[in-house]
């Protein structure tokens, strides 16, 4: 009765009267987790229970809850619903697709068309909105993040709106025929695959993300997009640095990258071929191309056909394919001798399970020892130190990472075509990078996650001494440098931003940052730092620490200081 109060409340709220939301939320919400419980039997129970609740009236409701949502993705800003009449009515809209009498009828009322519309008005103007902002009750002391202890990744986050949306809307495709839906509309049917395509790419949330993958699978696509998956998918017809072969029986042999399998589906290669330990040579001068593996031959059941590898193996380089449900049947099967329980699941059709994490196209495992049995090429630092403790490949004398150029090849065009100018370098098996440890291991990070790993934070960086701030900082002016060298765009506006955030907090840090950032050519962050040395000029000229900046950059800051002055009509004579 609670859930069925919720609604009336939700109405009454939008109304202008000032109801009971703390009472509201919790009750809808509530139903929701029983409903979507992996317990089979709290799940069929409260299905159960609440269609008996809503026998009376429930169909009434149905509309009501519909008109929420049509109101608010319809463009017009008078009349959009309040954030709390938005929760309550698709979380009630989640629980019912839930329940097969009321499927019907909500897909007789518009039901998909109108949550389809509502997600993709959400993905042209998101609304972020946590439980705290529409349920006080759930505020405390305690609630929030420790700030230097790391919290197990929210489902939900900001993005409840979207998440509840996806859910109902989720139950609804589910129990029509995929067939009829954006019937005749194939426009409004690919824009609507490319926003929950880009949800899985680029939402912070696990349940967002696994929710609109559930949608894509009843749509024909199946897998979990990612951005690395659109880089890798090219790799599949790249037999130049393929070192395993899967022979299959009457067909031509499949020549794929056995490092890509270590990570994504190891079950595919020969155990023995895990334990095997490569040897690099101690002098570390050898050609690349000698330290080659030999080709492995993997001989695959009788049973394996030649459609269903290929898109499994579509699957483990790209994240996603598309198939028809006689394949899906093959697929099932080939996907759990291959233990990919994520890809089983939705192969099933089995809901995704609260909580769960989305799975991550992440290569940073094949860096382990176990991945350096597939390493075909070596980066060294450009700073001198200690020889790498754990590594039991070689003997090499400075520090260094066993990496492979399959997984650089898709991630930098300056690489790409360094291995493929046919110059000495191309063939060496070594690759000095010109930055420090400290950075290399950043960009090796970037290359085989797609994340830049972030300096510490939270009290522990407040903790920190100038000088320790300054080691935290000075490898991200670094990578600044070889990322506009190396065409790397995107690694080049992270490490950007990511500096301006800091120095905008600790404006005392860009004294020396603006001379580093002069020495590697990076201007557009020696004018944000003098932008942020500007107020402090008159203080800085006269004191010892503009002695270490060269005359070019003092002039700099100076300049910087008399339009600071100009903007807040300081009258202030600079010499």
């Known amino acids: 009765m609670a859930f069925v109060d919720s609604i009336l409340t939700s109405r009454q709220i939008s109304q202008g009267n000032a109801c009971h939301s703390s009472e509201s939320e919790p009750a809808s919400r509530a139903v929701l987790m029983m409903i979507y419980s992996p317990s089979k039997y709290i799940s069929s129970k409260a299905r159960f229970i609440l269609s008996e609740v809503l026998a009376l009236k429930g169909k009434d409701y149905v509309g009501y809850l519909l008109d929420s949502l049509k109101a608010a993705s319809s463009g017009n800003k008078f009349g959009i619903p309040s954030n709390f009449r938005l929760v309550i009515s698709l979380t009630s809209l989640a629980c019912y697709s839930a329940l097969p009498n009321y499927q019907k009828h909500v897909i007789q009322h518009g039901g998909i068309n109108i949550l389809s ?19 006080p009750h759930v505020q405390s002391h305690f609630s929030g993040r420790t700030c230097c202890w790391p919290s197990s990744e929210d489902w939900e986050g900001e993005d409840m709106l979207l998440l509840f949306g996806l859910v109902a809307l989720a139950e609804l495709i589910n129990a029509e025929d995929r067939c009829g839906i ?27 993300r696994w929710y609109a993958a559930y949608i894509l699978r009843h749509l024909g696509l199946f897998g979990f997009p990612s951005k690395f998956g659109r880089e890798f998918r ?4 790249d037999n130049e640095h393929s070192d395993v072969e899967l022979i299959i029986k009457n067909q031509e042999p499949v020549r794929v990258h056995g490092v890509i399998l270590l990570v994504r589906c190891p079950s595919l290669l020969p155990p023995e ?13 050898q050609d690349s191309d000698s330290c080659n593996r030999l080709i492995t031959k993997v001989r695959l059941s009788a049973h394996v056909d030649c459609q269903s590898l290929t898109k499994l193996l579509e699957y483990i380089y790209s994240g996603s394919f598309e198939a028809g449900e006689d394949l899906v049947k093959k697929l099932k099967i080939l996907a759990k001798h291959c233990n990919l329980q994520s890809l089983v699941q939705l192969l099933c059709g089995s809901n995704p399970k609260w909580g769960t994490p989305f799975p991550s196209f992440d290569f940073t495992s094949a860096l382990e020892p176990a991945g350096r049995n597939f390493s075909d090429i070596i980066f060294e630092a450009e700073t001198s130190g200690p020889s790498n403790q754990d590594c039991s490949s070689c ?22 075509a360094l291995f493929q100018s046919g110059m000495q370098e191309s063939h060496s098996l070594t690759i000095k990078v010109p930055v420090c440890w400290d950075s ?14 972030r300096p510490i934070s939270g009290c522990l960086w407040d903790n920190l001494s100038k000088e320790e701030k300054l080691r935290e900082l000075e490898p991200y002016v670094e ?20 500096i301006v955030s800091i120095l905008d907090s600790c404006q005392y840090l860009s004294i020396t940052i603006i001379q580093m950032a002069a020495n590697l050519n990076q201007w557009k962050l020696v004018e944000v730092a003098a932008e942020y040395l500007a107020p402090m000029y008159h203080h800085l000229r006269n004191s010892s620490e503009f002695d270490a900046l060269d005359e070019h950059l003092i002039e700099i800051i100076r300049a910087a200081s008399v339009q600071f002055s100009q903007r807040n009509g300081h009258l202030v004579t600079l010499t």
């Open 117 to 135: 519309s509502f997600i993709s008005w959400w993905f042209d103007n998101p609304v972020h909105l946590n439980r705290s902002s529409v349920a």
């Open 182 to 208: 954006f019937q005749n509309q194939m426009e409004l049917r690919a824009a609507f695959i490319r926003d929950l395509q880009e949800i899985c790419i680029n939402n912070s949330y696990s349940g967002p």
């Open 234 to 237: 090219e790799l599949l017809t």
């Open 273 to 285: 071929e895990l334990l095997k330990e490569k040897a690099f040579d101690s002098s570390y001068k």
């Open 395 to 416: 003997s090499i004398s400075v520090l260094h990472l066993h990496v492979h150029k399959v997984i650089l090849w898709p991630s930098c065009e300056y690489l790409r």
């Open 440 to 453: 290399l291991v950043k960009l090796v990070s970037w290359f085989y996650s797609g994340e830049l790993p």
């Open 479 to 498: 990578l600044c440098s070889l990322a506009q060298f190396w065409l790397l765009e995107d690694l080049h506006e992270k490490c950007f931003r990511l």
